[in-house]
């Protein structure tokens, strides 16, 4: 059984600092791209950031300048979130294409909320 987990989730004021963190689980032969979800109250589900096996990125241009998305080793993800503005406010998951036996899948975890306001 795999699993994602979040952590790091909370309320912050506006220019305020958080740090995620996702964990992998499991019976997990390799993991290539992982990245961060968000999806606010009535909008969709957006990318905020990737990053592969290799440490090639990717961000949303809202974030670009103010998160950063960093891997420690294969199953550790983490996104560093500065100057936070209230816009950010959604639901965070983390997101990994994993290499298990019998094939590769898509994983999602349950998601950390992030709340900025004042």
Do not use: H
């Not at 959604?90 to 306001?117: D, H, K, L």
């Amino acid at each position: 059984q795999v699993q994602l987990v979040e952590s790091g989730g909370g309320l912050v004021q506006p220019g305020g600092s958080l740090r995620l963190s996702c964990a992998a689980s499991g019976n997990i032969l390799s993991i290539n791209q992982m990245g961060w979800y968000r999806q606010a109250p009535g909008k969709q589900r957006e990318l905020v950031a990737a990053i592969t096996i290799g440490g090639d990125t990717n961000y949303a241009d809202s974030v670009k300048g103010r998160f950063t998305i960093s891997r420690n080793g294969a199953k550790n993800l983490y996104l560093q979130m500065n100057n936070l503005k209230p816009e950010d406010t959604a639901v965070y998951y983390c997101n990994a294409g994993i290499a298990v036996r019998g094939g590769r899948f898509e994983y999602w975890g349950r998601g950390t909320q992030v709340t900025v306001s004042s």
